[in-house]
């Protein structure tokens, strides 16, 4: 914890901690009413995970359904979203769905936001669920919009992790068009200080009140003064080994989607030493990941042919599930994992993030080439026996064109990777291949305990003055669910939204 009573080195009416999308919305509410606002990012890039992300937002009932007509209403997101987690959150799922119109509103009346409906079904067959979705994405934004500032944007994963930086040429797309869109947005408005190469270390609470930070620079650390509030939205720690073995996360920190040196759970340490309570912290978001060269996922979903398999050979889930609901079968499962499929799906057979080329994984031994299945058993330690078993049954369903052990192929989640059809192409044209499939995540999902406003509480259900949080360093309302495309980003930049407001109500 800061020491109260020493100097100030900056002072702000709001410091925000992490730059993904709900900081960025939240530090963007705040200076577009004329809030001097910081924006602390512990790296040298903007956006987090929010800039590797396909950038859907799950905000229902907005004006941008509305322009798409495709019928969506807060009355039937309550309805899925009681479906799927209760009421044990009803106080946090009312006000999120309250703010959504109004935070998109908002949103599009500045000049530099722009979005549209994409299509991309909910996650459960459940009622009120869309079957084309109820999510929206920004318009990719010309580099030339943010001239300089474009450098401030996480590249695309691929590059980012090849050390690359964007390509100049190129608009920014899908999550690094969101972060621009908003940088461009909170540098615009006179207000906004965007810091990088600037990590939260400790709060400073003078008289029971959060009155500002601590962070370290390469220059040494530094004291911000937070007059309004503090909004901790810096990510959740996926990529702390041994936070993670502590909570008992499934997965691991070499296996998450997060950027190379975030998501450390630094928030959530600094906020828990002054006595913030927790809650989820077992939770992450999800998905499958198959392993690149150099050890690390590309996110793995939209499955259209192939099968997975786990360490005994068998097949143990519908592979074309949602990603969050895979990985939580992956996790309940005995790996290793392996995706077998043979040449007739000319690479991957599905969609991976960053993209992974065949001959590349082959080449480093990450994926296996056989001639015969027998030899893919023996050069993956896997049953002979029982993956040819396995992958008879599969093909004979292949031929029915049903599946009758898991049911790929009949849910619309399903059919939108592939076309309408089930996608349940048979296994048997050499070469065959088995891709090494791991548990990989978007980011934990557990974190600070908050109250529908996004205020920090206590161990005795209290706020903590002047402490907010939002995104992944909060616990989320929808518990161990991922209900539809996009709610992670989305819930961010709603309770983000909704603690500058109670900073603004709130002058003391």
């Known amino acids: 914890m800061g020491n109260a009573g020493e100097s100030w080195d900056d002072e702000y009416d709001v410091v925000v901690a992490g730059s993904g999308a709900g900081a960025m919305a939240g530090a963007l509410a705040a200076a577009s009413g004329g809030l001097r606002t910081a924006v602390l990012e512990k790296t040298g890039v903007l956006g987090g995970t929010s800039a590797y992300s396909g950038s859907a937002i799950w905000l229902p009932g907005t004006r941008v359904q509305e322009r798409a007509g495709i019928g969506d209403s807060a009355g039937s997101a309550r309805t899925y979203l009681r479906a799927l987690i209760g009421d044990g959150t009803a106080a946090h799922r009312e006000a999120f769905l309250e703010t959504a119109p109004e935070l998109v509103e908002f949103l599009e009346r500045d000049p530099a936001i722009e979005f549209e409906f994409q299509p991309f079904p909910d996650y459960y067959d459940a009622p009120g669920r869309m079957d084309m979705g109820r999510s929206f994405v920004p318009l990719p934004l010309p580099a030339e919009r943010l001239g300089e500032r474009a450098g401030l944007v996480r590249p695309p994963v691929d590059r980012d992790r090849a050390g690359r930086g964007h ?6 797309v899908q999550g690094r068009a969101l972060i621009g869109r908003l940088l461009l947005a909170i540098t615009e408005t006179g207000n906004g200080d965007v ?20 962070a370290a620079t390469a220059d040494g650390p530094v004291r911000l003064r937070a007059r309004r509030g503090v909004l901790l939205a810096a990510g959740g720690f996926e990529s702390s080994a041994e936070l993670r073995g502590e909570r008992a996360v499934p997965g691991g920190a070499g296996w998450t989607m997060a950027p190379d040196g975030a998501n450390t759970g630094d928030a959530i340490t600094a906020a828990t030493a002054i006595g913030a309570a927790t809650g989820l912290l077992d939770q992450a978001w999800f998905c499958p990941g198959v392993l690149t060269p150099d050890g690390l996922p590309a996110f793995t979903l939209g499955f259209r042919g192939g099968l997975i398999v786990d360490g005994a050979g068998r097949r143990f889930a519908n592979e074309s599930l949602p990603y969050d609901q895979m990985g939580r079968r992956l996790a309940a499962a005995e790996g290793p994992f392996h995706l077998i499929f043979d040449a007739r799906s000319k690479g991957l057979p599905a969609i991976s ?11 480093s031994g990450r994926w296996i080439e056989a001639g015969s299945l027998a030899e893919l058993a023996a050069r993956t330690g896997l049953p002979a026996d029982a993956l040819a078993a396995t992958v008879e049954r599969f093909n004979g369903f292949a031929a029915k064109g049903v599946d009758e052990d898991f049911h790929r192929g009949e849910d619309p989640y399903d059919l939108f990777f592939t076309g309408g ?35 920090v509480l206590d161990g005795s259900d209290r706020p903590v003055p002047g402490l907010y949080a939002a995104g992944n360093t909060s616990a989320s309302f929808t518990g161990p669910v991922y209900p539809g495309p996009g709610i992670p980003i989305g819930s961010a930049m709603a309770f983000a939204y909704r603690a500058v407001q109670d900073m603004r109500r709130n002058r003391t």
């Open 195 to 214: 810091r990088t190469g600037t990590a939260l270390t400790d709060l400073v609470v003078e008289d029971g009140r959060v009155t500002g930070v601590v």
């Open 167 to 172: 390509s100049a040429s190129k608009p920014l």
């Open 421 to 455: 059809k089930p996608g349940l192409g048979p296994v048997g044209e050499p070469p065959y291949y088995a891709a090494e499939i791991v548990l990989s995540d978007l980011g934990t999902k557990g974190g600070l305990r908050t109250d529908p406003d996004a205020r």
């Open 353 to 363: 993030v960053p993209p992974v080329a065949l001959e590349e994984q082959v080449a």
